[in-house]
């Protein structure tokens, strides 16, 4: 059993119908009652129910699932989420990105088939995005981020999420595959003891720089230092653009087009972070996968990673998004992504 310090408290039954000025009075009775913290709680996931996504979640793949979250990141306090799921191209699908880092899952529990749980909203850039969005009426879901093999069934021509199922972490979306997953703020007091402190990852979002993996989030180092050597890795970029122009002279259109020819990830890792093995790289750059993605925007690599290319733009679209479907909710339509 999922750990839970919020297994009585109710969310509304019609709370995927909430109106606008019902989920802004949830809104600041919630934050009276948590002293300013905003802390939202809802249906996460659905087993052994078709989803938008025309996908079944078998109960016994995601209880598995669930239950090694818990162990790996509940407890560890590092259950982080991001603001929408990367693209599923991305090679840092299965990592944070640490600028879109939204909010921590603080609690997960069981009610028969549907999957439970409490998230904080953090103040980082991100997580004020969502608070502002609340504060506005705005409906917001989640949605479980996860790698799997998917099998069709014969008979039935459903798709079912195979024995592999990998889940990453849970993300906010503003339309959830599953029509009742979302989360409304919760009308209780929650000990602050409960909450794990993410004062550090706070700092580290605002950098606006990095890509961790999940499993390495305690190693992040402090803010200052992971600044400093994002300022060397930018030091070092910069010399080598430098170099790369005077190799091909001062020519304003050929400097362009050697700008946006930006080289493989492995050559910008080398000059970024000379090494002759492996042990000598920088122990940041081992734990900041692909670190230097960030430092280097206009890679070419980067055209299937929105968040790292520009993550403002990220920021303006989601909150497109979550408008135009909220729109929609007080139309009485319905919207897909």
């Known amino acids: 059993m999922l750990s839970c310090f919020d297994c009585g408290a109710s969310v509304p039954n019609e709370h995927a119908e909430l109106q606008g000025v019902r989920l802004q009075r949830l809104f600041k009775k919630s934050l009276k009652l948590n002293d300013g913290r905003l802390i939202v709680h809802g249906i996460f996931a659905k087993a052994d129910t078709e989803n938008n996504n025309q996908r079944i979640y078998p109960k016994s793949v995601l209880q598995r699932e669930a239950r090694a979250y818990e162990l790996k990141y509940l407890r560890t306090g590092t259950a982080l989420g991001e603001l929408d799921h990367p693209d599923y191209n991305s090679r840092y699908f299965r990592c944070l990105n640490l600028a879109n880092v939204s909010h921590q899952v603080l609690d997960m529990f069981w009610k028969g088939k549907e999957l439970w749980g409490s998230i904080q909203v953090l103040s980082t850039p991100s997580g004020l995005l969502l608070r502002e969005l609340y504060s506005k009426g705005v409906r917001l879901g989640v949605s479980s ?98 170099s790369r122009q005077a190799e091909h002279g001062s020519d304003a259109t050929d400097v362009d087009s050697i700008q946006l020819r930006a080289p493989p990830p492995a050559a910008i890792d080398t000059v970024i972070s000379p090494q002759t093995g492996l042990r000598d790289k920088n122990h940041l750059d081992q734990l900041l996968r692909y670190s230097h993605y960030i430092v280097y925007p206009e890679a070419a690599y980067l055209d299937r990673e929105r968040h790292a290319r520009d993550y403002h733009k990220h920021l303006e679209t989601f909150a497109k998004k979550a408008h135009v479907a909220h729109q929609q909710n007080l139309l009485g339509g319905t919207t897909t992504t």
């Open 145 to 242: 981020r996860g790698w799997a093999t998917l099998l069709k069934d014969s008979d039935s021509s459903q798709m079912f999420v195979d024995n592999d199922f990998q889940l990453i972490t849970f993300d906010f979306v503003t339309e959830p595959s599953i029509p009742d997953a979302y989360l409304v703020p919760i009308q209780r007091h929650v000990k602050r003891k409960t909450i794990p402190d993410q004062s550090k990852i706070l700092e580290i979002a605002h950098l606006g720089h990095g890509v961790c993996a999940m499993g390495k989030l305690h190693y992040l180092p402090k803010a200052a230092v992971l600044s400093s050597h994002i300022a060397l890795l930018q030091s070092r970029m910069t010399a080598y653009q430098s």
